[in-house]
């Protein structure tokens, strides 16, 4: 995905018994509560996937950076400022734009995540501060401290109901004319497992996958929404369908 193309945007029958619909709404009610249920400390999830597996086997991990995050720096979109890499997991993004010149924060929920991205910033020589939070949580308190804040393939690890919180928490971090990329998968991804709006991972992990028009509602009444549009990204097995979102606080 390029800076340009990220920018340039079987029924029942009326008869029919309606018992059998209210059955299928309680089937799904039922799944979902199961799944909240394994599936609701990320913490949990992410501080095995980091400590137990392999960068090579993390699927999200890859070493070279965005070509649409590329393309936002080399045409100067973005130039070197203060930068906050929202779940920087190990480091590779934050790293590559502290190459670049900005003054860089990343930001996990995971401590093994972030041990690997401060061990990768010493490898490369590179000064950047990482911080294990929760982007959820009331201790994420980088008051109005960046001009550009960016998440890759993070917000459908977040569930609809902590969205609000989780781009409010964004909000806050920036300066009034900061910008905002975000990318997360869309519901037209045919690269995942499953049917439906949330599905599983082979991690063990649960995703919500958005629409445009989710996305759009969710950012709005927060931030100016200059760029919104469905566009393919790379993925380590293969090219993923997101929802790619350039956003300014207002």
Not at 10 to 35: G, T, Y
Not at 160 to 167: A, G, I, L, Q, S
Request: hydrophobic share 40%; charged share 25%; proline share 6%.
């Amino acid at each position: 995905m390029g800076t340009d193309e990220l920018l340039s945007s079987s029924s029942a029958s009326q008869h029919d018994p309606p018992r059998i619909e209210w059955q299928r709404l309680v089937q799904q009610i039922v799944a979902l509560s199961l799944n909240r249920e394994l599936f609701m400390d990320v913490k949990s999830q992410m501080e095995r996937i980091y400590r137990d597996l392999t960068l090579d086997e993390i699927p999200w991990n890859l070493e070279r950076p965005p070509r649409v995050l590329v393309d936002l720096v080399q045409s100067g979109r973005v130039s070197p400022c203060q930068a906050i890499d929202l779940g920087c997991g190990a480091g590779n993004y934050a790293v590559w734009l502290a190459t670049q010149g900005f003054d860089v924060t990343g930001i996990d929920i995971s401590p093994a995540a972030v041990a690997l991205a401060r061990g990768l910033a010493r490898q490369k020589g590179v000064s950047c501060g990482f911080v294990v939070a929760d982007l959820l949580g009331a201790e994420t308190t980088f008051d109005a401290s960046f001009d550009f804040a960016y998440d890759w393939e993070v917000l459908h690890h977040v569930l609809p109901e902590h969205r609000p919180r989780y781009v409010a928490n964004v909000h806050r971090m920036l300066r009034v004319g900061g910008c905002y990329l975000s990318v997360c998968f869309s519901e037209d991804d045919p690269g995942l497992p499953g049917e439906g709006k949330y599905r599983h991972t082979p991690l063990g992990t649960l995703l919500y996958l958005s629409s445009e028009l989710e996305m759009r509602d969710l950012f709005q009444p927060w931030f100016d929404v200059e760029a919104l549009s469905t566009v393919e990204v790379e993925g380590k097995r293969g090219p993923h369908r997101a929802v790619g979102a350039w956003l300014r606080k207002r």
